[in-house]
């Protein structure tokens, strides 16, 4: 007898707690025209077990159909169809750069097709989307403005830091979406050691200052006459809360501060993710990066290599234990130095560490503070909310509108 079926698609993630994140990550995307649960579950299918090394090319190829579907759209004339098109294939090709060896020409060109299908879409988006380039110590730092298409003269703005991994293109599903409807302009740039910054100048590595890019942001936002400097927001994401809030410590003429989550020591912070080990399987004294490719998955899951080669390349080491000792000098020295208001955000998922370096946040700072813990019931306990975009970006930007208008 013939059978009638809902759907042959399963929902089915990873037990893995690293890969089921970057699943989970972009399907959040889906909100702000990032993905289609569809395409992503379907993607999902083609991986087998938590070994990510399926992963690129099963997005990549997600995304090189939307391409080849965004074509064959702008040839009949459906530019709102190639732009969605182009829009969710920038999100997968992020997604397929994340788990590709960091040091191979796989990672760029996905890299670089991610930026492309996103500069393809930008121009038929209803709002204005203008590539930035931010002058910094002879380069570069590369990004976007996102403005309103109804604003006139000098607007809110608010600069967007993403942190680890992130793209200046992930930033506009993440908090521009959002941001841009409410009025705001947004500027997503990426410093040093940042993944779009790095695929042009390597050489640009993280560093614990990261007041000094910060400072060369706010002088290119303040040179702009469509920028208000009495309504300028600074938002840091992941990684980027450290950055916002060292950098908040000394950029005074930021008027308002979101920290998501604030990181005021990242030495703790990383070794929070180790679960307050070593990080070094037992009897290791060492891991140096050519020598992870020789490591054996039961010492060390894929997922962790893959990582860790990215924590040499973007913070310019070459081990471990030459990780360790850079990390001793990515602290804020005094929080207490941080006058304007700030927000304060984490999810009840993020561990213990990310909640004592909230409370010493809050705790220390001179100016007003607000805190925001979203819950697992909320659907946003996860880090920087990846799964409940819409509930985080409506606290920050009520809560930003309201400081603004005090």
Not at 184 to 199: A, E, H, I, N
Not at 290 to 299: G, I, M, S
Request: aromatic share 10%; charged share 20%; net charge negative.
């Amino acid at each position: 007898m013939a059978k009638v079926e809902r759907s042959t698609t399963r929902v089915v993630g990873f037990t893995s707690g690293e890969v089921d994140f970057q699943l989970m990550r972009v399907l959040g995307a889906c909100t702000s025209g990032g993905g289609s649960p569809g395409e992503i579950l379907a993607a999902r299918s083609r991986i087998e077990g938590d070994d990510p090394t399926n992963w690129p090319g099963a997005f990549g190829a997600t995304a090189d159909d939307l391409v080849a579907k965004a074509e064959a759209a702008l040839a009949k004339g459906h530019t709102i169809s190639a732009r969605d098109h182009l829009l969710r294939a920038s999100s997968y090709l992020r997604s397929a750069e994340y788990f590709c060896d960091p040091y191979s020409d796989e990672a760029q060109r996905l890299g670089l097709a991610s930026a492309d299908a996103f500069a393809r879409a930008a121009p038929h988006l209803p709002f204005h989307v203008e590539p930035v380039e931010v002058p910094f110590e002879g380069a570069t730092l590369p990004g976007y403005m996102v403005r309103p298409a109804q604003a006139a003269g000098a607007n809110k703005t608010v600069i967007c830091l993403t942190g680890f991994d992130g793209t200046a293109e992930e930033l506009y599903f993440e908090t521009a979406f959002d941001g841009v409807q409410r009025g705001y302009t947004l500027l997503l740039v990426q410093g040093p050691g940042q993944v779009s910054t790095m695929r042009r100048h390597p050489e640009l590595t993280f560093r614990p200052d990261y007041e000094v890019p910060i400072s060369a942001i706010v002088d290119f936002a303040l040179s702009r006459n469509d920028v208000d400097p009495d309504r300028l927001a600074l938002y840091g994401i992941s990684f980027g809360g450290y950055f916002v809030t060292r950098a908040a410590t000394r950029e005074h003429r930021i008027k308002a501060l979101i920290a998501n989550a604030p990181i005021h020591d990242m030495k703790a912070y990383m070794m929070g993710f180790l679960g307050g080990s070593s990080g070094l399987p037992e009897g290791v004294k060492d891991v140096r990066v050519e020598d992870l490719d020789h490591v054996p998955d039961e010492y060390m899951p894929p997922a962790t290599k893959l990582s860790f080669k990215a924590v040499c390349r973007r913070y310019g080491v070459n081990g471990f234990n030459e990780w360790l000792a850079a990390l001793e000098a990515y602290k804020v020295a005094d929080l207490s130095a941080i006058a304007c208001p700030a927000l304060a955000l984490a999810g009840q998922g993020e561990g213990d560490e990310t909640m004592r370096q909230l409370e010493t946040f809050t705790a220390s700072i001179s100016g007003p503070v607000t805190k925001r813990i979203f819950k697992v019931d909320e659907g946003a306990d996860m880090h920087c909310q990846m799964g409940n975009y819409p509930l985080s970006n409506a606290v920050i930007y009520d809560w930003l509108s309201e400081t603004f208008e005090r």
